[in-house]
């Protein structure tokens, strides 16, 4: 049996914007701690994301030096916004899918910076502990005790092999030897392991990683999101393309791991 190793980390802290590559981590119940808290709404308070508003992925993120929130950057200008929105905040609800959340709602300086860069009006809200979005209830592992998911899109946490990558850019160069190789950003991953074979991590059911207890609930299907360069944010053909010729079953096409988490704790990458 392969022992997985991490060689890569990643959170999200606002749904659908660029992502922070972490060291080390703390795997809490919902996901990786601090991600995919906070996403954008619209006027309607429906959720926004690249699939429809790809101008998100111009957003970059990274820790305050202090440690105390991030830091949000658009083509050079920044905004400050803290890892947590207080009590003070103004409660509402929030759409994402089909499930309806409690959420908090940033300050309006916040709001009208975010407006302002997609010239369009949008609001960011907070998911907070106490809010409930339980998982499906096919995946609930205790259904006396139901588990909750973050703003992510169904999941808590998404695991990807590097062998699963490395093949799937081995069948695109076959067919196009002058393709540029697929990026592991271009899938969103939270945990990027090594030392499995192509989609071993879809069939590694619980497992452990650092002092962290993790199960797979069932690979992840992809989206027209994947077809979206992280860099230049221009939509092509691929990944999907080649997907779909050997990772498509009941109409979805799978890469990557769902992951939910049965113990917390700590996971880091592997020197």
Known sequence: ??????????????????????????????????????????????????????????FQLRYNPEG??????????????????????????????????????????????????????????????????????????????????????????????????????QKIQADEPNHPPMQMMRFRPNIVLDQLQPHQEDELRTFQLGSATLHVTKPCSRCILTTLDPTTLERGPEPLRTLNTYRKQDHNILFGANVICLTPGKIAVSH
């Not at 808290?37 to 429906?46: A, I, K």
């Not at 409930?132 to 588990?147: C, G, V, Y």
């Open 1 to 58: 049996m392969l022992v997985p190793r991490i060689t890569a980390i990643y959170i999200y802290p606002i749904k659908s914007m660029g992502a922070i590559s972490l060291t080390a981590a703390a795997v809490e119940m919902r996901g990786l701690q601090h991600d995919r808290r906070y996403m954008l709404v619209d006027s309607n308070g429906r959720f926004l994301t690249q699939r429809t508003t790809p101008a998100l992925g111009k």
């Open 68 to 169: 105390t929130g991030f830091l949000v950057d658009f083509l050079g200008d920044t905004l400050s916004i803290p890892l947590y929105l207080g009590d003070d905040s103004l409660v509402g609800e929030a759409q994402i899918w089909d499930d309806t959340v409690s959420v908090l709602h940033a300050a309006t300086s916040v709001n009208n910076w975010f407006s302002e860069k997609l010239q369009q009006p949008v609001s960011l809200v907070y998911l907070p502990d106490e809010s409930s979005r339980p998982l499906p209830e096919e995946h609930q592992p205790n259904p006396s005790n139901l588990m909750h998911v973050s703003l992510a899109d169904g999941y808590p946490i998404l695991v990807i092999s590097e062998a699963s990558l490395q093949q799937l850019n």
